[in-house]
């Protein structure tokens, strides 16, 4: 993975921290799908000025519902490609990060599963999967990886992390972004954590398999696992999870006695997911 500047990796806390607590106009919520290609050597991300830098949510303002709302536009944003803008997101959006802001000190040096709906499924506590570690979901259905890079500085880094474990991607493949812009946004949220103070430790999971009748057709999938791959070789900080051919039948596509729908895992898969991440959070205080 490549190594930002100290410098760079304060852009985009500053470009997270406008993102996390911008107030939408009133007018109606329009989808988005700017799935522009980049590559993980060339993405850029605009640093803003210091004016433009909000302090974090004060309990009054979660309490208004003002903190946390979606971003109206892309203009400003770290990363490339979809941002989730339906009027159902938008209220998942808001609703699960304000009760987030509401319990920093709860979820502080917490082991922080990030991602989507699948992470968002597995409940608060992760199933009771992993007694023996505190833990904290930071999932949003529907997300995708700009969404993460967006409300990264606020739902993770604040909490100061001992490990954090990354599932993110498929949402972006849906909605028709190419394997190479999705692996460029998680090469900016890996180094993101990186550049913390200690680096943060992660643990990266390959996309898991769904279905071309999802629209998430396992060549799309296959290849950014690749990427994934690339991302994290000779980064000893950073884990990949091999959680792709565990759950692919013969075609690599999910299996519906694990995934019902072919995108969510059932209690079974949810198992095999927690069996195959347990070995890599071995040790973990």
Wanted: with cysteine; aromatic share 6%; hydrophobic share 40%.
């Amino acid at each position: 993975m490549n190594r930002l500047s100290k410098s760079f990796a304060g852009w985009i806390w500053g470009a997270l921290l406008l993102a996390s607590c911008v107030t939408p106009p009133a007018n109606k919520a329009r989808a988005t799908d700017s799935a522009t290609a980049a590559s993980t050597q060339s993405t850029n991300v605009s640093a803003p000025s210091a004016a433009a830098i909000a302090p974090a949510p004060s309990v009054a303002e979660v309490d208004a519902g003002t903190c946390c709302n979606l971003p109206e536009t892309d203009e400003g944003l770290p990363g490339a490609g979809p941002i989730q803008r339906a009027e159902w997101f938008r209220k998942i959006w808001i609703e699960r990060r304000s009760a987030w802001a509401l319990r920093k000190e709860q979820d502080r040096g917490a082991v922080i599963f990030l991602g989507d709906s699948i992470t968002q499924g597995w409940g608060d506590d992760m199933g009771k999967s992993f007694a023996e570690l505190k833990v904290a979901n930071r999932g949003i259905s529907g997300d995708t990886t700009r969404g993460v890079l967006i409300r990264l500085k606020e739902d993770v880094i604040s909490l100061h992390p001992k490990v954090v474990v990354l599932l993110i991607g498929t949402n972006d493949i849906s909605n028709a972004a190419e394997p190479e812009t999705i692996a460029s946004n998680v090469n900016l949220i890996l180094a993101a954590l990186q550049a913390e103070t200690p680096p943060i430790s992660v643990k990266l999971c390959e996309v898991f398999p769904s279905s071309a009748a999802k629209k998430r057709p396992k060549e799309k999938i296959m290849r950014l696992n690749q990427l994934y791959a690339a991302l994290v070789k000779s980064n000893p900080r950073v884990t990949l999870v091999h959680t792709w051919a565990i759950f692919a039948d013969k075609a690599g596509d999910a299996k519906e006695s694990e995934f019902p729908d072919l995108l969510h895992p059932n209690q079974a898969g949810y198992e095999k997911w927690a069996k195959a991440l347990r070995p890599v959070l071995n040790g973990t205080p």
